[in-house]
Protein backbone atom coordinates (compact mmCIF):
# COMPACT_ATOMS: atom_id res chain seq x y z
CA UNK A 1 0.00 0.00 0.00
CA UNK A 2 1.53 3.25 -1.15
CA UNK A 3 1.76 5.68 1.37
CA UNK A 4 -0.23 8.51 1.65
CA UNK A 5 1.91 11.65 2.39
CA UNK A 6 4.68 10.29 -0.90
CA UNK A 7 0.94 10.12 -2.81
CA UNK A 8 0.65 13.38 -1.72
CA UNK A 9 4.09 14.45 -2.21
CA UNK A 10 4.38 13.15 -5.66
CA UNK A 11 0.88 14.81 -6.85
CA UNK A 12 2.12 18.21 -5.60
CA UNK A 13 5.24 17.58 -7.47
CA UNK A 14 4.15 16.56 -11.11
CA UNK A 15 1.30 19.02 -10.82
CA UNK A 16 3.81 22.02 -10.04
CA UNK A 17 6.01 21.04 -12.76
CA UNK A 18 2.92 20.75 -15.62
CA UNK A 19 1.89 24.11 -13.77
CA UNK A 20 5.31 25.69 -15.17
CA UNK A 21 5.25 24.15 -18.45
CA UNK A 22 2.08 25.66 -19.16
CA UNK A 23 2.85 28.98 -18.43
CA UNK A 24 6.05 28.89 -20.51
CA UNK A 25 3.83 27.22 -22.92
CA UNK A 26 4.24 29.81 -26.24
CA UNK A 27 0.90 28.32 -27.40
CA UNK A 28 -1.51 28.26 -24.56
CA UNK A 29 -3.47 30.94 -25.49
CA UNK A 30 -5.15 28.55 -27.88
CA UNK A 31 -6.36 26.17 -25.10
CA UNK A 32 -9.19 28.91 -24.64
CA UNK A 33 -10.72 28.51 -28.31
CA UNK A 34 -12.30 25.07 -27.51
CA UNK A 35 -15.86 24.26 -26.16
CA UNK A 36 -15.79 23.40 -22.45
CA UNK A 37 -17.02 20.13 -22.22
CA UNK A 38 -19.22 20.37 -18.35
CA UNK A 39 -18.16 17.41 -16.37
CA UNK A 40 -14.86 16.46 -18.31
CA UNK A 41 -11.60 17.44 -15.70
CA UNK A 42 -9.44 15.52 -18.25
CA UNK A 43 -9.56 15.13 -22.38
CA UNK A 44 -7.04 12.38 -23.46
CA UNK A 45 -8.60 11.44 -26.20
CA UNK A 46 -8.10 13.62 -28.87
CA UNK A 47 -6.15 11.09 -31.10
CA UNK A 48 -9.52 9.76 -31.80
CA UNK A 49 -11.66 12.57 -32.02
CA UNK A 50 -10.67 16.00 -31.40
CA UNK A 51 -12.11 18.40 -29.47
CA UNK A 52 -15.06 20.91 -31.26
CA UNK A 53 -13.60 24.65 -32.04
CA UNK A 54 -16.17 27.13 -29.67
CA UNK A 55 -17.36 29.58 -32.83
CA UNK A 56 -18.38 26.13 -34.39
CA UNK A 57 -21.85 26.84 -33.50
CA UNK A 58 -22.42 29.95 -35.18
CA UNK A 59 -20.32 29.25 -38.07
CA UNK A 60 -22.62 26.30 -38.49
CA UNK A 61 -25.92 28.65 -38.14
CA UNK A 62 -24.27 31.09 -40.45
CA UNK A 63 -23.49 28.28 -43.07
CA UNK A 64 -27.53 27.32 -43.05
CA UNK A 65 -28.66 31.26 -42.95
CA UNK A 66 -26.62 32.20 -45.85
CA UNK A 67 -24.32 29.88 -47.19
CA UNK A 68 -27.17 27.30 -48.01
CA UNK A 69 -30.30 28.87 -47.04
CA UNK A 70 -29.78 32.30 -49.05
CA UNK A 71 -27.40 31.60 -51.45
CA UNK A 72 -28.83 28.03 -52.44
CA UNK A 73 -27.65 26.24 -55.19
CA UNK A 74 -25.55 29.31 -56.09
CA UNK A 75 -23.07 28.59 -53.82
CA UNK A 76 -21.86 25.94 -55.84
CA UNK A 77 -20.09 28.08 -58.55
CA UNK A 78 -20.01 30.56 -55.56
CA UNK A 79 -17.31 28.86 -53.41
CA UNK A 80 -18.64 24.80 -53.17
CA UNK A 81 -17.12 23.74 -56.02
CA UNK A 82 -13.68 23.95 -55.09
CA UNK A 83 -13.66 23.64 -51.84
CA UNK A 84 -12.39 19.59 -51.72
CA UNK A 85 -9.41 21.33 -53.38
CA UNK A 86 -9.00 24.33 -51.82
CA UNK A 87 -9.15 22.76 -48.37
CA UNK A 88 -6.90 19.85 -49.69
CA UNK A 89 -4.32 22.97 -50.34
CA UNK A 90 -4.18 24.64 -46.94
CA UNK A 91 -3.41 20.79 -45.51
CA UNK A 92 -0.77 20.27 -47.66
CA UNK A 93 0.49 23.59 -47.51
CA UNK A 94 0.12 23.54 -43.03
CA UNK A 95 0.74 19.97 -42.64
CA UNK A 96 2.52 18.10 -45.05
CA UNK A 97 5.25 19.86 -47.02
CA UNK A 98 2.97 19.39 -50.15
CA UNK A 99 3.03 21.66 -52.92
CA UNK A 100 -0.38 22.77 -54.40
CA UNK A 101 -2.27 20.96 -56.46
CA UNK A 102 -1.85 17.36 -54.91
CA UNK A 103 -4.01 17.01 -51.84
CA UNK A 104 -8.00 16.52 -51.84
CA UNK A 105 -10.75 16.52 -48.79
CA UNK A 106 -13.22 13.66 -50.54
CA UNK A 107 -14.33 10.73 -49.05
CA UNK A 108 -13.86 8.85 -45.76
CA UNK A 109 -10.83 6.74 -45.13
CA UNK A 110 -11.69 3.82 -46.05
CA UNK A 111 -12.79 4.82 -48.91
CA UNK A 112 -9.82 6.84 -50.36
CA UNK A 113 -7.35 4.39 -49.26
CA UNK A 114 -9.32 1.60 -51.40
CA UNK A 115 -9.29 3.99 -54.36
CA UNK A 116 -5.28 4.55 -54.06
CA UNK A 117 -4.63 1.01 -53.31
CA UNK A 118 -6.43 -0.17 -55.84
CA UNK A 119 -4.67 2.23 -58.39
CA UNK A 120 -1.28 1.16 -57.59
CA UNK A 121 -2.21 -2.52 -56.86
CA UNK A 122 -3.37 -2.64 -60.94
CA UNK A 123 -0.15 -0.03 -61.84
CA UNK A 124 2.40 -2.73 -63.32
CA UNK A 125 1.22 -5.94 -64.19
CA UNK A 126 4.50 -7.57 -64.01
CA UNK A 127 4.33 -7.01 -60.03
CA UNK A 128 1.95 -9.29 -57.89
CA UNK A 129 2.33 -8.44 -54.20
CA UNK A 130 1.07 -5.93 -51.80
CA UNK A 131 2.97 -5.04 -48.25
CA UNK A 132 1.06 -3.86 -45.50
CA UNK A 133 2.01 -4.57 -41.76
CA UNK A 134 0.23 -7.33 -40.07
CA UNK A 135 -0.21 -5.18 -36.67
CA UNK A 136 -2.08 -2.08 -38.96
CA UNK A 137 -5.24 -0.56 -38.40
CA UNK A 138 -7.72 -3.22 -39.32
CA UNK A 139 -9.16 -0.83 -42.06
CA UNK A 140 -5.73 -0.52 -43.75
CA UNK A 141 -5.73 -4.57 -43.44
CA UNK A 142 -9.12 -5.37 -44.64
CA UNK A 143 -8.70 -3.29 -47.28
CA UNK A 144 -5.09 -5.03 -48.44
CA UNK A 145 -6.76 -8.24 -48.06
CA UNK A 146 -9.93 -7.24 -50.38
CA UNK A 147 -7.95 -5.92 -53.04
CA UNK A 148 -5.52 -8.64 -53.25
CA UNK A 149 -8.79 -11.07 -53.83
CA UNK A 150 -10.23 -8.80 -56.45
CA UNK A 151 -7.27 -8.88 -58.45
CA UNK A 152 -5.53 -12.13 -57.75
CA UNK A 153 -2.45 -10.43 -55.66
CA UNK A 154 -0.82 -11.75 -52.79
CA UNK A 155 -0.47 -9.42 -49.36
CA UNK A 156 3.09 -10.08 -47.62
CA UNK A 157 2.82 -9.18 -44.11
CA UNK A 158 5.38 -7.42 -42.02
CA UNK A 159 5.43 -8.25 -38.26
CA UNK A 160 7.71 -5.61 -36.62
CA UNK A 161 8.53 -5.13 -32.90
CA UNK A 162 4.99 -3.66 -31.13
CA UNK A 163 6.87 -1.04 -29.34
CA UNK A 164 9.47 0.11 -31.76
CA UNK A 165 7.06 0.06 -34.98
CA UNK A 166 7.58 -0.70 -38.35
CA UNK A 167 12.16 -0.17 -39.62
CA UNK A 168 13.39 0.16 -42.56
CA UNK A 169 14.86 -3.40 -42.24
CA UNK A 170 11.94 -5.23 -41.44
CA UNK A 171 10.47 -3.62 -45.24
CA UNK A 172 14.00 -4.74 -46.69
CA UNK A 173 13.00 -7.57 -45.63
CA UNK A 174 9.67 -8.06 -47.16
CA UNK A 175 9.94 -6.12 -50.38
CA UNK A 176 11.20 -7.47 -53.51
CA UNK A 177 10.82 -6.83 -57.57
CA UNK A 178 7.21 -8.34 -57.18
CA UNK A 179 5.94 -5.30 -54.63
CA UNK A 180 3.46 -3.07 -56.27
CA UNK A 181 2.68 -1.33 -53.34
CA UNK A 182 3.89 -0.85 -49.86
CA UNK A 183 1.17 0.34 -47.07
CA UNK A 184 2.00 1.94 -43.53
CA UNK A 185 0.97 3.98 -40.77
CA UNK A 186 3.41 7.05 -40.05
CA UNK A 187 2.35 6.67 -36.62
CA UNK A 188 1.07 3.43 -35.09
CA UNK A 189 -2.15 3.86 -33.61
CA UNK A 190 -0.91 0.98 -31.00
CA UNK A 191 1.87 2.24 -29.68
CA UNK A 192 2.44 5.93 -31.26
CA UNK A 193 5.37 4.57 -32.87
CA UNK A 194 7.04 7.11 -35.41
CA UNK A 195 8.01 5.49 -38.72
CA UNK A 196 10.93 6.72 -40.51
CA UNK A 197 8.99 8.03 -43.68
CA UNK A 198 11.72 9.25 -45.74
CA UNK A 199 13.91 6.14 -45.44
CA UNK A 200 10.92 3.79 -45.87
CA UNK A 201 10.49 5.45 -48.76
CA UNK A 202 13.16 5.42 -50.06
CA UNK A 203 13.77 1.50 -49.45
CA UNK A 204 10.63 1.08 -51.24
CA UNK A 205 11.92 3.15 -54.11
CA UNK A 206 14.49 1.03 -54.52
CA UNK A 207 12.67 -2.10 -55.03
CA UNK A 208 10.58 0.12 -57.85
CA UNK A 209 7.55 -0.21 -56.21
CA UNK A 210 4.75 2.48 -54.74
CA UNK A 211 5.13 3.74 -51.41
CA UNK A 212 0.96 4.97 -49.32
CA UNK A 213 1.32 6.48 -46.03
CA UNK A 214 -1.65 5.90 -43.40
CA UNK A 215 -1.12 9.31 -41.82
CA UNK A 216 -4.72 9.49 -39.45
CA UNK A 217 -1.68 9.68 -36.26
CA UNK A 218 0.28 12.20 -37.78
CA UNK A 219 -1.97 15.04 -39.66
CA UNK A 220 -1.95 18.39 -37.75
CA UNK A 221 0.72 16.71 -35.06
CA UNK A 222 3.89 15.76 -37.05
CA UNK A 223 5.88 17.63 -39.35
CA UNK A 224 6.10 16.16 -42.89
CA UNK A 225 7.70 16.99 -45.97
CA UNK A 226 6.16 14.77 -48.25
CA UNK A 227 7.07 16.16 -51.77
CA UNK A 228 10.80 15.98 -50.83
CA UNK A 229 10.82 12.80 -49.34
CA UNK A 230 9.23 11.34 -52.62
CA UNK A 231 6.05 10.00 -50.96
CA UNK A 232 3.68 8.87 -53.73
CA UNK A 233 0.57 8.71 -51.76
CA UNK A 234 -0.77 9.14 -48.47
CA UNK A 235 -4.30 8.97 -46.76
CA UNK A 236 -5.25 11.07 -43.69
CA UNK A 237 -8.67 11.52 -41.71
CA UNK A 238 -9.26 15.21 -40.57
CA UNK A 239 -11.29 14.36 -37.10
CA UNK A 240 -8.26 13.83 -34.51
CA UNK A 241 -5.64 16.63 -34.56
CA UNK A 242 -7.48 18.77 -37.35
CA UNK A 243 -10.90 18.73 -35.38
CA UNK A 244 -13.24 17.99 -37.98
CA UNK A 245 -16.28 16.74 -36.27
CA UNK A 246 -17.18 13.05 -36.02
CA UNK A 247 -17.48 11.52 -39.44
CA UNK A 248 -15.43 14.75 -40.98
CA UNK A 249 -13.93 13.66 -44.56
CA UNK A 250 -10.78 11.99 -45.03
CA UNK A 251 -7.68 13.96 -46.87
CA UNK A 252 -5.76 12.07 -50.22
CA UNK A 253 -2.26 12.79 -51.50
CA UNK A 254 -0.83 12.09 -54.80
CA UNK A 255 1.98 13.29 -56.46
CA UNK A 256 1.91 15.11 -59.44
CA UNK A 257 3.55 12.85 -61.57
CA UNK A 258 1.25 9.92 -60.78
CA UNK A 259 -1.67 12.06 -61.65
CA UNK A 260 -3.84 11.10 -65.22
CA UNK A 261 -1.47 8.05 -64.74
CA UNK A 262 -2.98 6.04 -61.99
CA UNK A 263 -6.52 5.17 -62.31
CA UNK A 264 -9.08 5.06 -59.27
CA UNK A 265 -11.59 2.51 -59.69
CA UNK A 266 -14.67 4.74 -58.38
CA UNK A 267 -15.23 6.47 -61.44
CA UNK A 268 -18.12 9.26 -60.38
CA UNK A 269 -19.09 12.45 -62.37
CA UNK A 270 -17.12 14.69 -59.91
CA UNK A 271 -13.84 13.09 -61.31
CA UNK A 272 -14.62 13.37 -64.69
CA UNK A 273 -12.71 15.81 -67.24
CA UNK A 274 -15.76 18.18 -67.69
CA UNK A 275 -18.10 17.65 -64.48
CA UNK A 276 -21.49 18.52 -66.33
CA UNK A 277 -20.59 17.64 -69.93
CA UNK A 278 -22.59 14.15 -68.84
CA UNK A 279 -21.62 12.32 -72.04
CA UNK A 280 -21.50 8.75 -73.30
CA UNK A 281 -18.10 7.52 -71.81
CA UNK A 282 -16.42 8.09 -68.22
CA UNK A 283 -12.97 10.46 -69.51
CA UNK A 284 -10.90 10.66 -65.89
CA UNK A 285 -10.05 14.31 -64.83
CA UNK A 286 -5.66 14.81 -65.42
CA UNK A 287 -5.57 16.78 -61.76
CA UNK A 288 -6.17 15.73 -57.95
CA UNK A 289 -9.59 16.49 -58.92
CA UNK A 290 -9.77 13.01 -59.79
CA UNK A 291 -9.46 11.05 -56.84
CA UNK A 292 -13.38 12.56 -56.09
CA UNK A 293 -16.25 10.21 -57.19
CA UNK A 294 -19.65 11.26 -56.00
CA UNK A 295 -21.20 14.93 -54.51
CA UNK A 296 -18.19 16.41 -52.01
CA UNK A 297 -19.93 16.42 -48.29
CA UNK A 298 -19.51 20.35 -47.98
CA UNK A 299 -21.16 20.52 -44.53
CA UNK A 300 -18.62 17.84 -43.16
CA UNK A 301 -16.16 20.22 -44.38
CA UNK A 302 -16.50 23.53 -42.27
CA UNK A 303 -15.53 22.40 -38.65
CA UNK A 304 -12.03 21.80 -39.98
CA UNK A 305 -11.41 25.27 -41.58
CA UNK A 306 -10.95 27.13 -38.07
CA UNK A 307 -8.87 24.30 -36.71
CA UNK A 308 -6.47 25.27 -40.05
CA UNK A 309 -6.19 28.38 -38.99
CA UNK A 310 -5.21 27.74 -35.46
CA UNK A 311 -2.67 25.46 -37.03
CA UNK A 312 -1.67 28.41 -39.38
CA UNK A 313 -0.96 30.81 -36.20
CA UNK A 314 0.79 27.99 -34.35
CA UNK A 315 2.43 26.49 -37.03
CA UNK A 316 3.45 22.60 -36.90
CA UNK A 317 6.81 22.82 -36.04
CA UNK A 318 5.19 24.44 -32.96
CA UNK A 319 2.56 22.57 -32.54
CA UNK A 320 5.34 19.24 -32.85
CA UNK A 321 7.26 20.78 -30.27
CA UNK A 322 3.83 21.40 -27.87
CA UNK A 323 3.15 17.89 -28.33
CA UNK A 324 6.57 16.62 -27.18
CA UNK A 325 6.42 18.17 -24.03
CA UNK A 326 3.03 16.68 -23.21
CA UNK A 327 4.13 12.88 -24.45
CA UNK A 328 7.48 14.05 -22.41
CA UNK A 329 5.71 15.15 -19.14
CA UNK A 330 3.40 12.12 -19.57
CA UNK A 331 5.91 9.38 -19.67
CA UNK A 332 7.97 11.10 -16.69
CA UNK A 333 4.73 10.79 -14.70
CA UNK A 334 4.37 7.23 -16.47
CA UNK A 335 7.41 6.30 -14.22
CA UNK A 336 7.15 8.09 -10.97
CA UNK A 337 3.11 7.47 -10.41
CA UNK A 338 2.20 4.16 -12.43
CA UNK A 339 5.53 1.74 -13.02
CA UNK A 340 5.51 1.23 -9.28
CA UNK A 341 2.30 -0.15 -9.63
CA UNK A 342 3.10 -2.69 -12.71
CA UNK A 343 2.01 -0.39 -15.40
CA UNK A 344 4.03 -0.90 -18.41
CA UNK A 345 4.91 1.68 -21.14
CA UNK A 346 4.03 0.30 -24.38
CA UNK A 347 5.45 3.56 -26.65
CA UNK A 348 8.66 4.26 -26.89
CA UNK A 349 10.87 6.23 -24.72
CA UNK A 350 12.95 8.21 -27.33
CA UNK A 351 10.07 11.09 -28.10
CA UNK A 352 11.87 10.82 -31.38
CA UNK A 353 10.86 8.03 -32.44
CA UNK A 354 6.83 8.73 -30.82
CA UNK A 355 4.00 10.48 -32.07
CA UNK A 356 0.99 12.54 -30.10
CA UNK A 357 0.26 9.78 -27.61
CA UNK A 358 1.36 7.26 -24.97
CA UNK A 359 0.15 4.15 -24.92
CA UNK A 360 0.87 2.40 -21.29
CA UNK A 361 -0.87 -1.23 -20.42
CA UNK A 362 -2.35 -3.32 -16.89
CA UNK A 363 -4.45 -6.23 -17.17
CA UNK A 364 -6.94 -4.72 -15.26
CA UNK A 365 -7.06 -1.33 -17.26
CA UNK A 366 -10.26 -2.04 -18.92
CA UNK A 367 -12.30 -1.75 -15.79
CA UNK A 368 -10.27 1.15 -14.68
CA UNK A 369 -11.35 2.84 -18.56
CA UNK A 370 -14.48 2.22 -17.45
CA UNK A 371 -14.22 3.85 -13.70
CA UNK A 372 -12.40 6.98 -15.04
CA UNK A 373 -15.35 7.42 -17.62
CA UNK A 374 -17.67 8.04 -14.66
CA UNK A 375 -15.29 10.23 -13.07
CA UNK A 376 -14.44 12.37 -16.01
CA UNK A 377 -11.34 11.42 -16.79
CA UNK A 378 -11.70 10.14 -20.75
CA UNK A 379 -8.46 8.42 -22.10
CA UNK A 380 -9.04 5.48 -25.03
CA UNK A 381 -8.76 1.53 -23.90
CA UNK A 382 -7.33 -0.22 -26.80
CA UNK A 383 -7.70 -3.98 -26.67
CA UNK A 384 -6.52 -6.36 -24.91
CA UNK A 385 -5.19 -4.30 -21.99
CA UNK A 386 -3.98 -0.82 -23.06
CA UNK A 387 -4.85 3.01 -22.35
CA UNK A 388 -3.91 5.31 -24.82
CA UNK A 389 -3.27 9.05 -23.57
CA UNK A 390 -3.81 10.86 -26.49
CA UNK A 391 -2.93 14.85 -26.04
CA UNK A 392 -3.96 16.86 -29.00
CA UNK A 393 -1.56 19.79 -28.69
CA UNK A 394 -3.40 22.81 -29.28
CA UNK A 395 -6.52 21.82 -27.09
CA UNK A 396 -4.46 20.13 -24.05
CA UNK A 397 -2.58 21.34 -21.15
CA UNK A 398 0.19 19.96 -19.09
CA UNK A 399 -2.04 20.24 -15.74
CA UNK A 400 -4.53 18.07 -17.61
CA UNK A 401 -2.26 15.66 -18.52
CA UNK A 402 -1.14 15.17 -14.78
CA UNK A 403 -4.86 15.17 -13.80
CA UNK A 404 -5.39 12.08 -16.06
CA UNK A 405 -2.22 10.30 -15.13
CA UNK A 406 -2.85 10.65 -11.48
CA UNK A 407 -6.47 9.56 -12.01
CA UNK A 408 -5.33 6.18 -13.33
CA UNK A 409 -3.22 5.70 -10.68
CA UNK A 410 -6.00 6.46 -8.03
CA UNK A 411 -8.62 4.25 -10.32
CA UNK A 412 -5.91 1.47 -10.73
CA UNK A 413 -5.05 1.33 -6.93
CA UNK A 414 -8.66 1.81 -5.71
CA UNK A 415 -9.63 -1.40 -8.49
CA UNK A 416 -7.04 -3.25 -6.59
CA UNK A 417 -8.45 -2.96 -3.22
Not at 1 to 24: N, Q
Not at 199 to 217: F, N, P, R, S, Y
Request: aromatic share 6%; charged share 20%.
Amino acid sequence: MTDPRDSARLETALLEEARALDAADPLRRHLDAFADAPGVDAYLDGNSLGRPLRDIPEKLAAFVRDDWGTRLIRSWDEQWMALPMELGDRIGALTLGAAAGQTVVADSTSVLIYKLMRAAATADATRTELVIEAGNFPTDRFLAAGVAAETGMTVRWIEPDPVRGVQIADVRDTISERTALVSLSHVDYRSGALADMPGITAAVHEAGALMMWDLCHSAGVIPMQLDAWGVDMAVGCTYKYLNGGPGSPAFAYLRHDHQGVLRQPIQGWWSAADIFAMGPEYVPAGDIRQLLSGTPPITSMLAMQGMLDLLELSTIEGVREKSVSLTDLAVRAYDAALAPLGVRLLSPRDSALRGGHVTIGHPDFRAVTQRLWAQGIIPDFRFPDGIRLGLSPLSTSHVETITGVLAVRDALESHER
